[in-house]
């Protein structure tokens, strides 16, 4: 079969045929992609929830596609377009790049470097490891600009609970829902579950942390009873 009939799957770049509804190596719904956007996955990024964000080619709803190549090609220097999109750490990088740029032609038009910064031996080799991210730096402003435009530039994206209500019908949004329920819920037991309050043992005469739901000392395994404050 050629090329054009499969293609890739945003998660785990396997490569699937085009008719498929779901990826046959990490099982994600591709039809859950047209509920998702960059705004939910920049929450989710946040939170450190990595593994609810999806990188995809295909712009979500809330990415304009010429905004955004207005962006890079005039901001795109300094990251812009990463930052915009919520690829942080590229963006930090471009950061970090341009700087050493700037050190780099800081340095080269001095007339001459003072003794007490480093010596004059080591200044090519400084200036050639300035050099190397400086260069990416400047191919990547590029690269990203041409990606945007032939729809190969990655956006994060993750499932948008507000706009999959709208579709609440939909078989695909009920799952969705259930999930992001599920979710949640766990988040929230896990908060409970991390609160903690003492309690005074009378076998072991010292106070026990307990978390929410237990009774049990954990040093002597007697079963304590809270009492009162005003007894």
């Not at 190397?132 to 956006?155: C, H, L, T, Y």
Request: charged content about 30%.
């Amino acid at each position: 079969m050629k090329e054009k009939y499969y293609k890739r799957c945003p998660r785990c770049n396997a490569k699937v045929i085009s008719s498929e509804e779901r990826c046959h190596n990490c099982g994600l719904i591709f039809e859950r992609l047209k509920k998702a956007s960059n705004t939910a996955a920049k929450q989710a990024i946040k939170r450190k929830e990595y593994n609810k964000v999806v990188y995809s080619c295909d712009l979500p709803r809330d990415i304009s596609k010429v905004n955004l190549l207005l962006t890079a090609i005039f901001l795109g220097v300094f990251g812009i377009q990463y930052a915009k999109v919520g690829r942080y750490k590229m963006f930090m990088f471009m950061i970090i790049s341009l700087f050493l740029l700037f050190l780099y032609t800081l340095l080269s038009v001095m007339p001459a470097i003072p003794d007490w910064v480093f010596d004059d031996k080591y200044l090519g080799m400084i200036l050639i490891l300035i050099t190397i991210p400086s260069a990416f730096e400047v191919m990547m402003w590029g690269v990203s600009i041409f990606q945007i435009i032939f729809n190969r530039f990655k956006v994060p994206v993750a499932i948008d609970e507000e706009y999959v209500i709208e579709g609440i019908n939909t078989p695909v949004a009920k799952e969705i829902l259930s999930e992001v329920k599920q979710n949640r819920e766990e988040r929230e037991m896990s908060s409970k579950n991390r609160l903690k309050r003492r309690v005074f043992c009378a076998k072991c005469g010292e106070y026990v942390k307990l978390k929410k739901g237990e009774n049990t000392c954990h040093k002597c395994g007697c079963i304590l009873v809270e009492k009162d404050k005003d007894e």
